[in-house]
Structures are given as structure tokens and as C-alpha cells.
């Protein structure tokens, strides 16, 4: 079956504009999780969700972040009025269930670069 | 909150030898779990080898085992035989868990690991 497939791969924005990711997890995947990735870095967790229940969003860094996933499936993270320190790589993952028991499936990932 | 720490940026081994990488991580949680992730050239995200802290014994996976020492909060990885296709970075993570516990991955910033012909 297909993976975490996330959309677009490669985004450039110019700083200010607004941007929607998109994350389409593994079918019938209940917990779905934003990350971001800094180049040389760890993955920073933003935000999951259980069905279209945000659970936790204390990772989001600021307002201009939002997420949602209105029917419990596909989900889109939103940055508004984009800035240079934006820049990074933004990765979404699913796992059957919550719980460090169910192994988290990464997508590709979208790099973003905010000029 | 918790930290977990990787204290080797980079390090290299040839191929069919042993190499292992530290990590520890800061908590006060008594119920969690530990990963290791493995970031290949093609920048996709792989579990390699999970552990709960509840279980004693060192979770092992083929050429891939841990040294778990729960009292030291420190959770290295062992690979052995090394081949070309293990280069990659390697991310240590941790992940609370129990009733109220964020289902989150807290990693470490990596060891870039390069297996030498």
C-alpha cells in the first residue's frame, strides 16, 4: 500500500506570502503528527491530531502556524505571512493509533525556503 | 520537558566493522519509550530499533541492538557487521508515555554516521 505521501515536495515563497502543506497519511492511520526539520538538525514536533481532534498543538512556534485535518484523513498546515527563519523541512506522519506501540511512518517531507 | 543528547556529530567506520552511538536524554518520567531513527542520503525517516523502559532486556533487530542503561539515562546503538547502505544519519528519540502523555517524538540532532569501503 502507498505511504505518507505529502505535497508539494518543494515549496519557495517569498516572505509574507501564505502557505498550505498537505499530508495525506497511510489509509485507515488514526494519529497523524507535524514535524519540522532544520537543516542539521532533529525533527521538532508542531502538532497531531487523533481522527480531526487536534490533541496537542504546543509545538506550534506562533499564531501564523495553524493545522487541521477536517475529516480525519487528509490534513494541511498553514503558515501565514511567511518569514526567512520559516525555511525548513516539514514532515508529516501517521501511525495506526497514539502510542509509542504503533510505529510513526514519515512522509518525503516538503521543503520550504522563504526568500 | 525532556532533552535527549547526541554527543557525536559525525563518525565513521568500515565496512564490516562494529561502531556505536550515544545517546542520552533527561526526563523524570518513569514510563517511556526510546527510538532510534535512521535518515538515509534520500532524506526518508526510518525506525530502526525501539525500546520500552519498563523492559530490562536490550531490544535487538538483525545487525541492530541497544544498550540500555535506564539508571544512566542512556541509550546507545550498536550496529555490527556495518554495511555501505548504513550510512546515514542516525536520530535518537525519545517518547513519553501513560495516561495524559503526548504521543510526540523528542529527537536528538543526530550522528552523521559513514560507513568506509
Known amino acids: 500500500g502507498a505511504g505518507v505521501s505529502q505535497s508539494p515536495r518543494y515549496k519557495v515563497t517569498k516572505r509574507g506570502q501564505d502557505v498550505a502543506l498537505r499530508c495525506d497519511p497511510i489509509?485507515?492511520?488514526?494519529?497523524l503528527y507535524w514535524y519540522r526539520q532544520a537543516l542539521g538538525q532533529g525533527p521538532e514536533f508542531l502538532t497531531y491530531?487523533?481522527?480531526?481532534?487536534?490533541?496537542?498543538k504546543s509545538g506550534l512556534p506562533n499564531d501564523r502556524f495553524s493545522a487541521e485535518r477536517p475529516e480525519g484523513s487528509i490534513s494541511t498546515l498553514t503558515i501565514q505571512r511567511t518569514e526567512q527563519r520559516d525555511s525548513a523541512m516539514y514532515r508529516c506522519a501517521s501511525s495506526l493509533e497514539a502510542g509509542p506501540s504503533y510505529e510513526q511512518y514519515f512522509g518525503p517531507g516538503t521543503r520550504l525556503t522563504v526568500t | 520537558a525532556q532533552t535527549v543528547t547526541q554527543s557525536q556529530p559525525e563518525m565513521s567506520v568500515q565496512e564490516a566493522e562494529t561502531v556505536t552511538l550515544s545517546c542520552t536524554y533527561d526526563?523524570?518520567?518513569?514510563?517511556?519509550?526510546l527510538f532510534w531513527y535512521k535518515q538515509p542520503p534520500s532524506r526518508q525517516m526510518i525506525l530502526v530499533i525501539r525500546?520500552?523502559?519498563?523492559?530490562?532486556q536490550n531490544a535487538t533487530e538483525n545487525r541492530f541492538s541497544v544498550n540500555f542503561q535506564k539508571a544512566a539515562k542512556s541509550f546507545s546503538l550498536k550496529i555490527s557487521d556495518s554495511q555501505l547502505g548504513d550510512t546515514a544519519m542516525y536520530f535518537c528519540?525519545?517518547?513519553?508515555?501513560?495516561?495524559?502523555?503526548?504521543?510526540?517524538?523528542?529527537f536528538g540532532k543526530g550522528t552523521k554516521l559513514t560507513v568506509n569501503p
Open positions: 528519540a525519545f517518547m513519553k508515555h501513560g495516561l495524559g502523555g503526548s504521543e510526540k517524538l523528542v
Open positions: 525500546q520500552e523502559a519498563y523492559k530490562q
Open positions: 489509509s485507515g492511520h488514526v494519529s
Open positions: 491530531f487523533n481522527y480531526e481532534a487536534q490533541q496537542d
Open positions: 526526563t523524570s518520567e518513569s514510563n517511556y519509550y
